[in-house]
């Protein structure tokens, strides 16, 4: 396995230009199987989770070509149902090939993606989302075997928790069924209003995408089209974090500030000077104290739950005492360990770390347990002294287009040692 060699006290400086969002393309990937056509995408990260994308959806018959960052699916030649366990168990996102695959031929079969390091992750309003629609499902044998007599009807449906996942299926299954569709307590991402954009395009009817009611007004048939896929806002405050821990400056180019008001907001409060333009971000923390802030992860647009591993790295190294208080996923603190290892003084209590003042960190081996938690033992590897080590960085990759190459132009001194 591969893994990450860095040799810490370095600050950061420089530019660093943002890819397109994993969590914007994965759905919006998925829904070109709603359409018999060809769809172009432009600015495709590329990542790990987008090529378990495409050859699930090359598995499911559609042609996929690269021409640099544009991704060209067409959609005409699908001609299976079926996403294996072998695809679903590497990327929990293939549950989303469910929706547009029963919309567009009245059956799918979908290994059940299960759990993952930071929690159970249930599928159960995907499902009774989609039978309240008309579809009868089975689920045997670890997949989700669902069927509909023909199209699938609109209905009203009351989500009781915000899932960003099941208001994505649910949306896209909703865009071919017979009737009107109403999400009620739907998710409000950014990646939710991107996905709402690229099925309009195609001949959807969406309206309130970005609120908590959703509305689908189905249609019989959907065309691909062009879409550009929106800057991926986790990765911007990834590098912003960064440059405020390392007491560096950084502008992030080919990003969008609407989607990061909570991580900006927080950033501001850590002390750090702000420059925000139209598509660039630019965090100056030169001679400022960083100073700790307390964080609550919430539904957009509350403070992102993909940010916390990387402010919970940030109190680490910053000035006074915060705590991090993780209300969506059951387990996302695996990171704490890894961070004590080298010397942080956490505490954690329940779904909450207490952060005091840290003396000193120092690099050791340590290991990546999912995506952000792998990202904030990097940044942290880049400040402490001597080397760190991260293994299993198959995590990083999964979400983090080239981040050792990002990070070495920004003058971090980080190598991929190949296993
Ligand atoms: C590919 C992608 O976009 N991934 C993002 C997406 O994941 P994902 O879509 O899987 O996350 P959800 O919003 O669905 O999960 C939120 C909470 O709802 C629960 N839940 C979800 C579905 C369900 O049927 N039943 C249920 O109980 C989950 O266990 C979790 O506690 O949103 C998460 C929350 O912002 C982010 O951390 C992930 O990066
Ligand atoms: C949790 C994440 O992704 P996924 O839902 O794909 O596991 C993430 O991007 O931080």
Redesign the pocket.
């Known amino acids: 396995m591969d893994q990450f060699i860095i040799q810490g006290g370095t600050s950061l400086a420089g530019e660093v230009t943002i890819s397109g969002a994993k ?1 914007a393309a ?1 759905p919006i990937l998925f829904a070109s199987l709603l359409a018999a056509s060809k769809s172009t995408f432009l600015n495709v990260p590329k990542l790990r989770d987008i090529q378990t994308t495409e050859a699930l959806l090359s598995q499911l018959g559609a042609r996929c070509s690269w021409q640099q960052d544009t991704l060209i699916i067409d959609g005409g030649t699908v001609d299976q149902i079926v996403a294996p366990y072998e695809l679903v168990k590497q990327m ?2 293939s549950v989303l090939a469910l929706g547009p695959l029963l919309a567009r031929f009245a059956e799918a079969k979908v290994s059940l993606p299960g759990g993952c390091a930071i ?8 499902i009774s989302g989609l039978e309240k629609m008309g579809a009868t499902i089975s689920v045997e044998n670890g997949y989700i075997h669902a069927k509909s007599p023909g199209r699938l009807v609109g209905a009203p449906i009351f989500m009781d ?1 915000v ?4 208001t994505e299926n649910l949306m896209m299954a909703a865009a071919l069924a017979d009737g009107v569709t109403i999400l009620e307590n739907a ?1 409000r ?1 950014p ?1 939710i209003v991107d996905l709402a954009l690229y099925l309009t395009n195609m001949g959807a009817k969406i309206k309130g995408a970005g609120s908590d009611r959703i509305e689908i007004e189905g249609v019989e048939h959907l065309t691909g089209c062009e879409h550009k896929i929106l800057p991926d806002r986790i990765e911007t405050g990834t590098f912003l974090v960064a440059a405020a821990m390392s007491q560096g400056e950084v502008l992030c180019l080919n990003t969008d500030h609407h989607s990061l008001e909570p991580v900006l907001e927080k950033l501001k409060a850590a002390n750090a000077y702000l420059e925000i333009k139209e598509d660039s971000i630019y965090l100056d923390m030169r001679k400022r104290e960083l100073k700790a802030v307390n964080i609550k992860t919430m539904p957009h647009p509350g403070f ?3 940010m916390q591993a990387q402010f919970t790295a940030l109190n680490v190294v910053a000035n006074g005492s915060a705590t991090i208080t993780e209300t ?2 059951e387990n996302r603190f695996m990171h704490v360990p890894e961070l004590q290892r080298m010397g942080a003084n956490i505490r954690l209590e329940g779904n909450t770390a207490y952060c005091g003042e840290t003396q000193s960190l120092s690099g050791a081996q340590v290991m990546a347990t999912d995506l952000r938690a792998s990202a904030s033992l990097i940044l942290t590897g880049i400040i402490a002294s001597g080397e760190t080590v991260v293994d299993r960085i198959y995590h990083v990759d999964r979400g983090y287009q080239r981040i050792e190459d990002k990070l070495s132009a920004l003058g971090a001194n980080i190598l991929r040692k190949k296993a």
């Open positions: 969590n994965l929990r996102a929690g159970a992750r249930p599928v159960d309003l995907h928790t899932s960003v996942g099941a998710a991402e990646e992102p739950t993909d969506i996923f």
